[in-house]
């Protein structure tokens, strides 16, 4: 009898203790795994030891966040870009400028002019603007040298003029017609950012930026900055001052500001402030840079 009632007991107690058990064990089974810290990683470290990449240096240089490095700007299709008066439009020249701002690859513009059956009629003129326009070289030289077989060709192809005697006619004879008198020339209008640059490149919509200007440099050539190619500096009672070799470098380097947009790449936005140079410099013991003020 003691010894049923012992058993007995000490079943109870296990029963007791039991859940008590697995309710320890069930919870520790359960309990939620630490959530990691997250920290601010600060400023990029560049590649260089004990050096860091500013914000501020990020914007002095143009250089927008987010914005990858190598990709080539947007083409605005939908702008229509007027062309100067020496160039008319549906033209063999009009066309390879139409190609050029689209972003047509070099050789396939080099193998339109090769095999064009009309002249291009590149003169002095029509290299100076296609310098400005940012065209390649090569294009340039292929289409005058193109012109050149063409002009061959006509000459050799065309027949010998006639040569046949006109009767002399009395005075009395010979009708008098009159020459309509020139038209008078149109007023000059005042020179404004539209007509100066529009041959140039393309106005533009920007985001948080508004009406912008994007030479047809930067869609031709990707590696194109501004203060960088074709020109050169020169000290001045106001500054250092950037002279350009561009003809519409006059306005788009000593007024408004130019930046490196993540869509479009660079453009320039209009203002009426004149500067010898808008950027920013830096110094060391052996040498100076710049970069375009934000």
């Known amino acids: 009898m003691k010894t049923s009632l012992f058993r007995k007991a000490c079943a109870a107690l296990v029963l007791a203790i039991g859940p008590m058990i697995g309710g320890c064990t069930g919870q520790d089974s359960n309990a939620a795994t630490p959530t990691a810290a997250v920290t601010n990683a600060g400023p990029p470290t560049s590649a260089v030891a004990g050096t860091t990449t500013s914000t501020t240096a990020q914007a002095e240089a143009g250089v927008v966040a987010g914005a990858p490095p190598t990709t080539a700007p947007e083409v605005p299709f939908a702008v229509e870009r007027p062309l100067p008066s020496n160039v008319q ?9 139409k190609l050029a701002q689209a972003g047509v690859d070099e050789e396939v513009i080099l193998t339109f002019v090769s095999n064009s059956g009309s002249a291009f009629g590149v003169g002095a003129d029509e290299i100076l603007y296609l310098n400005d326009l940012g065209m390649p070289k090569p ?15 006509w000459t050799a192809a065309q027949p010998a003029p006639v040569v046949t005697s006109v009767p002399t006619q009395s005075n009395a004879a010979v009708a008098m017609v009159e020459t309509p008198a020139p038209e008078p020339a149109a007023a000059v209008a005042d020179v404004d950012y539209d007509q100066s640059l529009a041959p140039y490149g393309t106005w533009i919509e920007v985001e948080d930026y508004g009406r912008c200007w994007q030479p047809s440099v930067v869609v031709i050539n990707h590696d194109w900055r501004p203060y960088c190619d074709r020109g050169r500096w ?61």
């Open 234 to 294: 020169l000290y001045t009672d106001g500054g250092w001052y950037w002279l350009s070799d561009y003809s519409w470098g006059s306005v788009t380097f000593h007024y408004g500001r130019w930046f490196n947009h993540a869509r479009w790449g660079w453009c320039w936005q209009p203002d009426n402030i004149w500067a010898p140079a808008w950027v920013t410099w830096r110094y060391d013991n052996a040498y100076c840079g710049w970069a375009p003020l934000p």
């Open 89 to 97: 439009p549906g033209t063999p020249l009009a066309e390879v400028v």
């Open 139 to 153: 294009v340039i030289t292929a289409m005058m040298e193109r012109d050149k077989v063409l002009k061959a060709t």
